[in-house]
Structure formats: structure tokens, C-alpha cells
């Protein structure tokens, strides 16, 4: 009972110290006496400091990382304007909305140092914030390498959201050889305005969102009165977003839209009625998109954005098809290696974006 109360006296003791920094002294006079960060989710992080010394302290800076993926490990530092004094206290906020915001679960590291008129100088020891979303109360549920964030609804809406991301990574894994290789977040807000109220400037039409350097899932759906076919789609389209960028990631190159957006359509399952009506209609008239222009960017009118969504998933599936899952495996491995995107084409298949478009476009005038 002695040493279990020990234990229990030693543990909140290193809590306590964790929770509020210990004094850092340079030992010539120079002391840092608090520092923290505070996020007001999503649109500022604040940065406080408190230190003293014997001489006027005449420098402080603040050093930071965001913890997502990198080619090159990234410290931005920032100088902390303050009335030089014997005893300083300075902030610093990082304004979201002029840089755009961190999701939630990212988090940052940092730390500080000092430098006073005799030129002393005191370097903090790093810590790191977790960014939150604290306006709602977040359960969890974990499988494998996925954990999803929930806060309205029952057990049994959060584990029929699980089981769609599990199968969604499933059919990914089986059309294209492509698995998770980091723990990825999935937040399920309750709502498309709760999502957008996550999210700095947001486009009002947002339901989902992949933050793919962050390993991060953010999208909104309802449990009441639950779509499931939508909630397993819009699961499975933002998921496989994750899954790709993962494995392509390089500092050279990103992936075509068309293959980005395919996958993650193909993911999804069966084309819905509303891209074929789109995809008929544009074939009948000789509007179909070159595979060269869904490189790019997709349109932003909804005529546009459906057939090129519809001729993305076309193209993947005669991909994978025609050619077989190892295939797409190579392929997506070879833009890892950062090809461009006729050169990763000719290497996996023979023919560039021109010879897939005029192999994808006759094998689809014969399908119809």
C-alpha cells in the first residue's frame, strides 16, 4: 500500500513538471521562468514566455516544427519583438488565417532562446502541443493502424464507419497492391458546417477533406438519419487520398489528378448513375477531356468537376483492367521514384498520357 501511494505521489509529481516547466537557467543570471502554447483551434496558436535575468535580455526567438511529412526537416524561427528589460514577458501569435491552419491531431514542437546584454544566452528544452479541436467531445475507436474521432452518435455509428474504412482499405489493397504505411486520424464531425467551422476560409460545398501530409481524415457526417452508402463512399474517397500519398510521396513530382482522383473514385466502388448520365452525354457530343488536361486541376463547374471525376474512375479501371493490379502497383512506385507523368507512363506501360487517351477512348466507344 506504502509504495503504491509512492508510485502514485512520483507519477502526478512528473505530470505536475510536464505541465509546467521548471525554471531553465543559463547560469550567469539568465532565467527563462515559464513559457507555453495555447491553441485557439482553428485559427490562432499562442506562444507566451516569461524570463529575467541580471542585465537586460535583448533577444528572444522562438523555434518551431510541424510535425507531417517532410523531404527536409523545416525550423522556422521567429524573432519576438519585446522593450528590452531585466524582466521580459513576450508572446507571439501564429495567425492561421494568414498562413492556413493545422488539422486536427497535427501537432507542433518548440522551444525557445535568449540572449541577454552580456550575452548570455538560455535555449529551452522542446515541447510539443497537440492541436485539438476542443469544441466538442471526442471519443475513439481504434483498428489496425486507423483511429476515428467521433462526438454525436452511438458505438454502433462510430464501428459501421470503422468497418467502411477497413473495407475501403481492403479494396485498395486489392485493386492496386497500395496499404498504409503510417497511422492515419479520421475526425467524423456531425455536420458539414461543424467540418467548415474546423477550417480556415472553407469552400461552402466541403463535405470532406484529406490532409495527406498530416495523416489526417476531417468530413462530415450526420447520424441522424445516416446515409450509409454516402458515408462509406465519402470514407473510401478520402481514405485512399492518404493511403497514395503515402506511398508516392517524394520531393520531385506529384501524381496526375486524373490517377489521384481515379483511384480514390475506384475506391469508392460501382460509378454512380449521375457520372455515367455525364459521361454518355459527352461522348455523344465529342466533349471528353484529353487524359493530358486531367493532369491538371479539375474544373470548378459541376458539369466540368462530374466528367472529369467520371473519366478519372474510367481510366483507372481500364488501368487496372487491362493491365492488372501489379501493374498500378509499378506505376505508383515509379512515381515515387519521381518520374514525370509520361515518363512513369512509358516506363510501367509503354505509352505516355496521348496513348493512354487514345487506347482508353477506343476501348470506351466499344463498351457503349
Not at 501537432?107 to 532562446?113: C, H, I, K
Not at 508516392?248 to 483511384?263: A, H, K, R
Request: proline share 3%; hydrophobic share 40%.
Amino acid at each position: 500500500m506504502i509504495r503504491k501511494a509512492v508510485l502514485t505521489a512520483l507519477l502526478l509529481c512528473l505530470l505536475l513538471t510536464a505541465a509546467f516547466p521548471g525554471v531553465v537557467r543559463a547560469g550567469d543570471g539568465l532565467s527563462v521562468i515559464s513559457n507555453s502554447a495555447v491553441m485557439e483551434f482553428p485559427s490562432r496558436l499562442v506562444f507566451d514566455i516569461a524570463a529575467e535575468s541580471d542585465a537586460d535580455i535583448t533577444d528572444i526567438r522562438l523555434h518551431y516544427r510541424v510535425d507531417r511529412m517532410e523531404h527536409a526537416r523545416i525550423t522556422s524561427e521567429i524573432y519576438v519583438g519585446f522593450t528590452p528589460a531585466r524582466s521580459v514577458d513576450a508572446q507571439w501569435v501564429w495567425d492561421m488565417r494568414m498562413t492556413g491552419g493545422l488539422p486536427p491531431g497535427s501537432g507542433v514542437s518548440y522551444w525557445w532562446t535568449v540572449t541577454d546584454a552580456q550575452n548570455n544566452t538560455v535555449r529551452t528544452e522542446p515541447q510539443s502541443i497537440l492541436i485539438e479541436d476542443n469544441r466538442y467531445d471526442w471519443r475513439s475507436l481504434t483498428e489496425g493502424q486507423v483511429t476515428l474521432y467521433w462526438y454525436k452518435g452511438d458505438d454502433d455509428f462510430a464501428e459501421a464507419l470503422m468497418e467502411f474504412s477497413q473495407q475501403a482499405l481492403g479494396r485498395l489493397e486489392a485493386n492496386t497492391g497500395a496499404a498504409l504505411e503510417n497511422p492515419v486520424r479520421i475526425y467524423i464531425y456531425a455536420s458539414s458546417a461543424d467540418l467548415q467551422g474546423s477550417m480556415i476560409y472553407p469552400q461552402e460545398w466541403t463535405g470532406g477533406v484529406a490532409y495527406t501530409r498530416y495523416g489526417v481524415v476531417a468530413m462530415g457526417i450526420s447520424p441522424s438519419g445516416f446515409d450509409f452508402d454516402w458515408g462509406e463512399r465519402v470514407i473510401s474517397h478520402e481514405l485512399t487520398h492518404l493511403v497514395i500519398h503515402q506511398i508516392t510521396f517524394n520531393p520531385y513530382s506529384g501524381l496526375p489528378t486524373w490517377l489521384d482522383e481515379g483511384l480514390a473514385m475506384s475506391s469508392e466502388g460501382e460509378l454512380q448513375a449521375s457520372f455515367l448520365n455525364v459521361l454518355e452525354r459527352a461522348r455523344k457530343e465529342s466533349r471528353l477531356i484529353t487524359v493530358r488536361s486531367l493532369a491538371s486541376p479539375f474544373s470548378v463547374y459541376a458539369d466540368e468537376s462530374l466528367l472529369a471525376y467520371g473519366q478519372s474512375y474510367m481510366l483507372v479501371t481500364y488501368l487496372i483492367d487491362e493491365y492488372g493490379r501489379d501493374k498500378m502497383f509499378e506505376l505508383l512506385g515509379t512515381f515515387r521514384q519521381g518520374s514525370s507523368y509520361d515518363e512513369a507512363l512509358e516506363q510501367v506501360y509503354g505509352f505516355d498520357m496521348d496513348g493512354l487517351n487514345t487506347r482508353w477512348r477506343a476501348d470506351f466507344e466499344v463498351a457503349q
